[in-house]
């Protein structure tokens, strides 16, 4: 099947996929944008747990304040290479996970991270929680897409978040 270059351009401003992966998805689904999104989303999620053990490295510290300056996290994000660390892309998941910090509190980053015997919601488990600027995605998500596109694993290795008059107990 013949796919657009329209469909395919859309489908890459919806998923950051390459070309050729949204115009094998585009021909598989027979030009449905949706479930191609769905076929590419599928794979982005394969490639990531192919890369989770993966060992990552390098990577960046990025800091968000909040407006105000009352408010403030700093998160490590870890990728495999320093030519992935330095990228736009990987610059803006690192900032968007750190204002993710800021604006809901997160206790830990997943359940592996929750002490033994103690029990943990999802919302406080910054990996479960819905993505502030895309609620139909979580954080695990956003990393999942972000892991497909550049090939490298990438994991976030630890954060705090800062609150004036707060015991500095991410509270």
């Known amino acids: 099947m013949q796919v657009s270059t329209d469909a395919i351009r859309a489908l890459r401003e919806q998923t950051s996929a390459g070309i050729m992966e949204c115009k094998r998805a585009l021909q598989e689904t027979s030009g449905d944008l949706d479930a191609a999104a769905a076929i590419l989303r599928e794979r982005g999620y394969e490639i990531a747990k192919k890369k989770e053990e993966r060992i990552t490295s390098q990577g960046l510290i990025e800091c968000y304040i909040h407006t105000g300056g009352r408010i403030g996290a700093m ?3 870890d990728c495999e ?5 330095r990228t736009p892309e990987f610059k803006e998941l690192a900032h968007d996970i750190a204002m993710q910090v800021v604006a809901t509190c997160p206790l830990y980053i997943s359940k592996n991270d929750v ?3 103690s029990e943990a919601e999802d919302d406080s488990l910054l990996l479960s929680q819905q ?3 895309d609620p139909s995605k979580s954080i695990e998500d956003i990393i ?5 596109k ?3 694993n990438i ?8 609150e ?3 015991d500095g107990h991410n509270e």
């Open 81 to 85: 290479s320093d030519f992935v660390a």
């Open 75 to 77: 998160v490590q994000l």
């Open 155 to 162: 994991k976030i290795r630890r954060f705090v978040r800062f």
């Open 144 to 148: 999942a897409e972000a892991v497909a």
């Open 131 to 133: 993505f502030i600027k």
């Open 115 to 117: 002490p033994e015997g």
């Open 164 to 166: 004036l008059g707060s």
């Open 150 to 152: 550049v090939r490298e």
